[in-house]
């Protein structure tokens, strides 16, 4: 097909003529060729919403007729429904503050309502992209809120997943509760403990993520739609925001709400810095549970293999019937990328100047691939891992027993000194601190049988 000319305040661009959108979105396609990535769908979805969202709340408010309005909502409805999402081009990497995807976005609602209304696509008559699809708002306030509203949006999944991986740790914290294995600390033998302890353990660190991260996802609720340019609502009624974010909440099921001072809420990107620092350390915990799996499956001759992970496909090209520990590595390798995002929206977070922060599309692209990933990683590592682990009791039992850590048992009856020298007799002879207690302990084999119940071990007691 050909182009058509479409017109902004610095001339004409030429257009595709099936395109929606017009010259801003036509410039920031020759100005930004820079990753092949667009911008996440999430962000163009929340956008599209705000935008339908004031329409609405200008057409009530009797400041757009009711004729565009209507028509600027039935172009971001569709888009809602699926449509025109080829449409939103802009590269991930584009102009500051987010101008070019929130040009895109007027662009292409103009461009849709326009040929409602006339049956021609594009162009800025009736309905122009700038005096009635952004009506009384700014890319410098409509860019925060959509991102917040993204993020906030996309966290349902990942809580969801994060009680999912937690709800799965517990049930083998169950599962696997009558398990006495050896513990170790500083990957050295320690004192015994329940396989299913471990793993109990594992779910309480998940659900404190989770948490953490319930409570981040309050301070995305803020919205600061309505500060227009500066903070300070120049072209705006006074109940346009509050009208604007009613709906948004209303069509989210979420608690989205004002922000307290909106020049805070443009300058400031605390929400979206809170969100991913509390993914950091979420995926910190994973990372850690992760890597104990693939130290617990280790071997399975010669390492821990303590428990079997789910074999999910061959290892290794070469090794004839090799089973690598897959999910826990793929796991790791998002946990990896979670933490760089971090750093990007941390360094982008504080780069802001005086009342606008506009590194605000890098942390839009971090923060949400951050959510994607890591809630698939959780879904994946649950289902396809977790939840099909197994154990072996045997030798969890016969490192248990054999365990140098044992003779901490010993301590209240003979002293931590003369514990020492039957570990260290132990150890030079090659036999188990069971057996040189028996020897050396001077405690009736009643006695020692008692001390040395792995099983009661791991629980408290004192003699």
Same mark, same amino acid.
């Not at 020759?30 to 999430?42: D, K, L, Q």
């Not at 002879?429 to 302990?441: P, Q």
């Given at each position: 097909? #050909?182009?058509?000319?479409?017109?902004?305040?610095?001339?004409?661009?030429?257009?595709?003529?099936?395109?929606?959108?017009?010259?801003?979105?036509?410039?920031?396609?020759?100005?930004?060729?820079?990753?092949?990535?667009?911008?996440?769908?999430?962000?163009?979805?929340?956008?599209?919403?705000?935008?339908?969202?004031?329409?609405?709340?200008?057409?009530?408010?009797?400041?757009?007729?009711?004729?565009?309005?209507?028509?600027?909502?039935?172009?971001?409805?569709?888009?809602?429904?699926?449509?025109?999402?080829?449409?939103?081009?802009?590269?991930?990497?584009?102009?500051?503050?987010?101008?070019?995807?929130?040009?895109?976005?007027?662009?292409?609602?103009?461009?849709?309502?326009?040929?409602?209304?006339?049956?021609?696509?594009?162009?800025?008559?009736?309905?122009?992209?700038?005096?009635?699809?952004?009506?009384?708002?700014?890319?410098?306030?409509? !860019?925060?809120?959509?991102?917040?509203?993204?993020?906030?949006?996309?966290?349902?999944?990942?809580?969801?997943?994060?009680? +999912? @991986?937690?709800?799965?740790?517990?049930?083998?914290?169950?599962?696997?509760? +009558?398990?006495?294995?050896? #513990?170790?600390?500083?990957?050295?033998?320690?004192?015994?403990?329940?396989?299913?302890?471990?793993?109990?353990?594992?779910?309480?660190?998940?659900?404190?993520?989770?948490?953490?991260?319930?409570?981040?996802?309050?301070?995305?609720?803020?919205?600061?739609?309505?500060?227009?340019?500066?903070?300070?609502?120049?072209?705006?009624?006074?109940?346009?925001?509050?009208?604007?974010?009613?709906?948004?909440?209303?069509?989210?099921? @979420?608690? !989205?709400?004002?922000?307290?001072?909106?020049?805070?809420?443009?300058?400031?990107?605390?929400?979206?810095?809170?969100?991913?620092?509390?993914?950091?350390?979420?995926?910190?915990?994973?990372?850690?549970?992760?890597?104990?799996?693939?130290? @617990?499956?280790?071997?399975?001759?010669?390492?821990?293999?303590?428990?079997?992970?789910?074999?999910?496909?061959?290892?290794?090209?070469?090794?004839?019937?090799?089973?690598?520990?897959?999910?826990?590595?793929?796991?790791?390798?998002?946990?990896?990328?979670?933490?760089?995002?971090?750093?990007?929206?941390?360094?982008?977070?504080?780069?802001?100047?005086?009342?606008?922060?506009?590194?605000?599309?890098?942390?839009?692209?971090?923060?949400?691939?951050?959510?994607?990933?890591?809630?698939?990683?959780?879904?994946?590592?649950?289902?396809?891992?977790?939840?099909?682990?197994?154990?072996?009791?045997?030798?969890?039992?016969?490192?248990?027993?054999?365990?140098?850590?044992?003779?901490?048992?010993?301590?209240?009856?003979?002293?931590?000194?003369?514990?020492?020298?039957?570990?260290?007799?132990?150890?030079?002879?090659?036999?188990?601190?069971?057996?040189?207690?028996?020897?050396?302990?001077?405690?009736?084999?009643?006695?020692?049988?008692?001390?040395?119940?792995? !099983?009661?071990?791991?629980?408290?007691?004192?003699?």
């Amino acid at each position: 097909m #050909g182009n058509r000319r479409e017109k902004d305040s610095l001339g004409e661009m030429e257009v595709p003529e099936e395109a929606y959108y017009g010259a801003q979105t036509a410039r920031a396609l020759e100005n930004y060729p820079i990753s092949g990535m667009r911008v996440h769908t999430a962000l163009v979805e929340s956008y599209v919403l705000l935008k339908k969202a004031a329409a609405e709340s200008l057409m009530e408010l009797e400041m757009l007729d009711a004729e565009r309005g209507q028509a600027i909502a039935q172009a971001a409805g569709e888009v809602l429904a699926g449509a025109l999402r080829d449409q939103f081009v802009v590269d991930a990497f584009h102009s500051g503050a987010g101008t070019s995807l929130h040009m895109n976005v007027n662009e292409v609602l103009a461009g849709r309502a326009n040929e409602v209304l006339t049956g021609r696509r594009g162009g800025s008559s009736p309905v122009h992209p700038n005096d009635h699809v952004n009506m009384s708002q700014s890319t410098n306030d409509t !860019f925060p809120t959509a991102l917040r509203m993204a993020a906030r949006i996309r966290v349902e999944r990942l809580v969801r997943a994060l009680r +999912g @991986l937690e709800d799965e740790l517990a049930r083998k914290g169950e599962e696997f509760g +009558g398990i006495v294995k050896a #513990g170790r600390t500083h990957l050295q033998d320690a004192v015994p403990v329940r396989l299913g302890q471990e793993f109990a353990a594992y779910a309480v660190a998940i659900r404190q993520a989770r948490v953490a991260i319930v409570a981040a996802a309050h301070w995305l609720e803020e919205l600061p739609i309505g500060g227009s340019a500066v903070g300070t609502g120049l072209n705006t009624q006074p109940q346009f925001r509050f009208k604007t974010i009613e709906r948004i909440a209303a069509a989210t099921g @979420l608690d !989205f709400r004002p922000a307290g001072d909106l020049r805070a809420g443009m300058q400031s990107n605390f929400g979206v810095a809170l969100m991913s620092a509390c993914l950091k350390v979420a995926v910190l915990e994973v990372s850690r549970i992760a890597n104990d799996l693939r130290l @617990l499956a280790s071997g399975p001759a010669t390492g821990i293999s303590e428990i079997d992970l789910p074999a999910v496909q061959p290892g290794s090209s070469i090794m004839p019937g090799k089973v690598n520990p897959s999910i826990p590595e793929m796991t790791n390798m998002v946990c990896f990328q979670v933490i760089g995002n971090d750093a990007a929206v941390s360094w982008a977070s504080a780069a802001g100047q005086l009342e606008l922060n506009v590194m605000m599309p890098v942390m839009a692209h971090n923060l949400l691939q951050s959510i994607d990933i890591l809630t698939n990683a959780l879904d994946v590592l649950a289902a396809r891992c977790v939840a099909g682990i197994t154990a072996r009791p045997e030798r969890c039992r016969r490192f248990a027993e054999s365990s140098v850590a044992l003779a901490t048992a010993l301590n209240p009856r003979i002293g931590y000194d003369r514990a020492a020298a039957i570990v260290k007799e132990a150890l030079t002879s090659g036999r188990t601190v069971v057996d040189v207690a028996r020897e050396r302990s001077g405690l009736s084999p009643e006695e020692l049988d008692d001390l040395f119940d792995v !099983f009661r071990m791991t629980e408290p007691r004192t003699t």
